[in-house]
């Protein structure tokens, strides 16, 4: 391998994830083992076109496995959608002696790696990490287990209130396109309905399906609704369309917000930050480039980045049984 | 003691609060200990006018102390409010032999037991229970420790993702009339400001601040508001003065809801449980009436139940210095 | 389907896992939403001895999915080891007219089912909950992911002491034949070593790996250790072995116990179990016999009990690698 | 106030705590607020002797307030306790141009400060830091509340495994000398019995208890013992003789050990120690000397040092109380 690369940067962009820190540790610890330096850069490709660089070493990223969000900061740059703004970035790269990247987030990440891999032949790789699970060619993004806990303790604790006073909650969580979270969460945390994008249920059929779970002697209800579901312009106007259209229902809204994106790491989302990061690293030191490391039947795998951002990972079909079966 | 009680009621009434169970618990495991019965009401007063009882005993009670919620339910009732209401109320504790009430919930719960007892002459007992910390009399009320944990956690966790992308968060939590739970929370949260119904700060101040703040290199930043704060008309339109006055944010809200109630009680609402529930029945087996048993100076103590509804428990001028001090 | 069965069993066995309950409310559940009726059995096969039956429906089981343990509680039973005693269960189940079994529980338990089955040619239906992950035929066993998270969070509060003292800290966590819980957590807690029953590693080397992380910089290091590694006789003489064979260590031992099988389920477990239920009812009532249920490539299959009891689930060696380059 | 000092130091001493970085934090900050310069001194006392120091600004100490341990490191120094080790500590902080010191510590800790502010006459303020709440002059000390949400968590998740045996389970905490920890997390785990140093139960009452919750009807117990209770010699011979002389049980012994020192601070453990390093400042500022700060009928109270040192905070016989009832 004659033109090994002898200097990788490594960078998270787009919404944080927990187990971004886990991942960014796993890729510097991955060049130390094999010699070769590693640069973190921060702020996404803002940095790369400012320059914010800093070296790391396997000491640099002790005690972050644990620590939600990243320690090189994410960004969204509009500059780095601009020739000129990619141009300063790859002229910052090459004073650097940078010879590949490892960008850590989602399919917005990917593609700015992919343009800049086509532009300049550059090496990329890239490890996705979203809580939203919305990427193909990966079973789990990195957060996505941490999020669904996260989401699960809360359902937890509205429903010992939920069932203390006989009350129907309306629990947005997010998932603006996909609705892997609402999916897993609703099951997870014995929700009566789940609303999800890649589902229109009809505002008729869930006032069916809350009739029902009424009459069957339910006295409180939970339905978790994601974020970007079609069923109403949004979660407070089905409330409204419940206080309206139901009798005897108190409703109340919740709104789980960014406290989804944070918290430690569960130990699913370190052990793959850990994997992919070794993976993405020794990827590209066997000369390989334009490929999203994933998991895929509990395996390694690299997926081309061109089919990562394409793909979407659909919702389980089975899952949505499992639903219709449990709120019985 | 010729007269001694020989049955005692217990329910709770209001908004629930973590550790309510816990009370439960001891109410029934401190009447059995001394012999006395006990009957459950459920769905507070509402379940006395509509006779909703249930024996009571050591057993009825077991693995409850580390639930939220309450096994007894909550509701408001409007009929309590009526004379009529509270004549049905009491010829079914009559019918069933119950002498004694004790009742687990917040100032309203407590009106409603007094108006009971001046009618009827009927002994109860109040136990403050109410994430607010709302009430005179107590230094703690049950579920506030919890709540205060709870919204720890979650500031925790939406930091993880400000500091990762240099935000701004305006976090509601809890607290209509007093600031109790912002207070404590910000600070703990390390929070750059907090906003309480008990001082106006005023907008301009706020925008000091948050200068200052900048000022100094933070690059992210959090501020808990209460719900009740009188600085705007609501958190959202403090996202938009924000983003309309200050240069360089990026604004989110987070209104943390309804999960501040619920949830299992930490160690300290669950002692504080078992010690209130063994001295309200104690102290009405020991012939007192009208008063709601408290923590004051680590002891438990008992205040009238006409003090505690009429006063409040006044924001510690301490701690807002000592957020002050903090936020340097 | 002229035969398809009625009434179904549920019952619990061996060490308790996280995710049972959620898995028995599936299989209630799941046996409802088809019409049939479905029986808890008490204390595993000595409830089937004892008669001591329970019938169950979709009411049963509300509140339950968030709670560890087992509702039906879980035994070992001396007495359905003997001919005697399976005659006994045997009479018991027909009188109450079941007509299947589903099984929760380890390879112990699916012995007993697997045996039962020989015997009478009884329908029977297996569900894999245990902790250790050691069940061929499944990525994972119900309660794996939940106790992962539960060792994970104990190693970082222990690490927080160690560092702070410059300590080494030996870890022990359950895995009596298999290293699942410590390879995962080893990673996931950071550790700079860990020791498996799969793999001995010798205490010389054990000695080299400390001295290296020692000379490296680190100040504090833990050592996670599985239950039943082949390294020395039990941790205690680790820690002896390491205070009289390098100097400068200040050691301590931690033995985290039972508290590994509590707890509530993590989403994962709960979504498994809900799956896992549903697949193993819905392949009896299709009449299939004498299977486990697994999770394979994200997808519910069959696995023959024979072969799940035989086979081991091994290692995976890529993560004994990425803990090797992540203590780097 | 003429000679006011312009440099302080704080350091934290013994075994740790949580909640000692959020105290650090605080007194830094409280200097940074006043003009005053900090500077932190590395692994207590060890580290005055060695002028392992660094100046710290209310930056240096930003996104602590959450993290367990301490960043300034802890260590019990020998040399400390020689007069040559006190009067290299001596030059060293007087080369500094340091004027006081904070203490975060327990009383051996303060028993050091107190030795040497009689040497030298040098200003010294303690702040009480240790889990086990045994230090005199303040009604919490920081880090108890944290460790009591460990261990009753702990405990929940023991009693999920207990009660679906049919187990008794003897769990050791934290606790040599005080059984602070024992009595709190005993009432709050729902313990049957709870053991500690200031109270020999006997082993025969011990065993009545058992019997008399075993014949009313409990099928699971649990028994919270403190580390240095003298009933028997350690917890596994409590075991061993249950095992001889009580039938039908299935015991098992869990020691929770060092977790228990780690951890995120609570809610309430930040609050105080936020509270305490304004007060150990701003008392040092105003020219006092030898003093703990404490928490008294929820005030921040000066104790003099020496007092602290002696007293103890005795176990509240109240709590003694309910838990007999309780375990009724």
Same mark, same amino acid.
């Given at each position: 391998?004659?033109?090994?690369?002898?200097?990788?940067?490594?960078?998270?962009?787009?919404?944080?994830?927990?187990?971004?820190?886990?991942?960014?540790?796993?890729?510097?610890?991955?060049?130390?083992?094999?010699?070769?330096?590693?640069?973190?850069?921060?702020?996404?490709?803002?940095?790369?076109?400012?320059?914010?660089?800093?070296?790391?070493?396997?000491?640099?990223?002790?005690?972050?496995?644990?620590?939600?969000?990243?320690?090189?900061?994410?960004?969204?740059?509009?500059?780095?959608?601009?020739?000129?703004?990619?141009?300063?970035?790859?002229?910052?790269?090459?004073?650097?002696?940078?010879?590949?990247?490892?960008?850590?987030?989602?399919?917005?990440?990917?593609?700015?790696?992919?343009?800049?891999?086509?532009?300049?032949?550059?090496?990329?790789?890239?490890?996705?990490?979203?809580?939203?699970?919305?990427?193909?060619?990966?079973?789990?993004?990195?957060?996505?287990?941490?999020?669904?806990?996260?989401?699960?303790?809360?359902?937890?604790?509205?429903?010992?209130?939920?069932?203390?006073?006989?009350?129907?909650?309306?629990?947005?969580?997010?998932?603006?396109?996909?609705?892997?979270?609402?999916?897993?969460?609703?099951?997870?945390?014995?929700?009566?309905?789940? +609303?999800? %994008?890649? #589902?229109?249920?009809?505002?008729?059929?869930? $006032?069916?399906? =809350?009739?029902?779970? @009424?009459? /069957?002697?339910?006295?409180?209800?939970?339905?978790?609704?994601?974020?970007?579901?079609?069923?109403?312009?949004?979660?407070?106007?089905?409330?409204?369309?419940?206080?309206?259209?139901?009798?005897?229902?108190?409703?109340?809204?919740?709104?789980?917000?960014?406290?989804?994106?944070?918290?430690?790491?569960?130990?699913?989302?370190?052990?793959?930050?850990?994997?992919?990061?070794?993976?993405?690293?020794?990827?590209?030191?066997?000369?390989?480039?334009?490929?999203?490391?994933?998991?895929?039947?509990?395996?390694?795998? +690299?997926? %081309?980045? #061109?089919?990562?951002?394409?793909?979407?990972? $659909?919702?389980? =079909?089975?899952?949505? @049984?499992? /639903?219709?079966?449990?709120?019985?």
């Amino acid at each position: 391998m004659p033109n090994r690369i002898k200097k990788v940067a490594v960078l998270t962009s787009g919404g944080d994830a927990p187990g971004m820190n886990a991942a960014v540790r796993s890729v510097v610890r991955t060049c130390a083992y094999h010699g070769v330096e590693c640069v973190g850069v921060y702020r996404g490709y803002q940095g790369m076109i400012e320059g914010d660089f800093k070296p790391m070493n396997a000491r640099s990223v002790r005690g972050i496995i644990n620590k939600g969000g990243t320690i090189l900061k994410s960004a969204r740059s509009k500059e780095f959608r601009t020739k000129e703004g990619r141009e300063k970035a790859y002229q910052n790269i090459i004073k650097e002696g940078i010879e590949g990247i490892v960008v850590i987030g989602g399919d917005g990440s990917f593609t700015g790696a992919l343009v800049f891999n086509q532009e300049y032949g550059f090496p990329v790789m890239g490890i996705p990490g979203t809580i939203d699970n919305d990427i193909f060619g990966t079973t789990h993004t990195l957060g996505f287990d941490t999020a669904l806990n996260t989401v699960v303790d809360a359902i937890d604790k509205i429903r010992d209130t939920a069932s203390s006073h006989n009350r129907l909650f309306f629990i947005e969580v997010m998932g603006r396109d996909v609705g892997h979270i609402a999916l897993n969460t609703g099951i997870a945390g014995g929700a009566e309905e789940i +609303l999800i %994008p890649e #589902e229109d249920l009809g505002l008729e059929r869930l $006032k069916e399906s =809350l009739n029902k779970s @009424r009459t /069957s002697g339910k006295s409180s209800s939970i339905v978790v609704v994601a974020e970007g579901d079609k069923i109403g312009k949004n979660i407070f106007e089905l409330k409204d369309y419940v206080d309206e259209n139901l009798d005897g229902y108190d409703v109340r809204v919740s709104v789980l917000g960014h406290m989804q994106r944070g918290g430690s790491p569960s130990c699913f989302d370190r052990v793959l930050a850990s994997r992919m990061g070794v993976k993405a690293v020794e990827s590209m030191l066997n000369g390989e480039s334009n490929y999203m490391v994933g998991l895929l039947n509990n395996k390694m795998e +690299l997926t %081309p980045l #061109e089919q990562a951002i394409k793909g979407k990972t $659909k919702i389980n =079909l089975e899952l949505l @049984r499992v /639903s219709d079966i449990m709120s019985t």
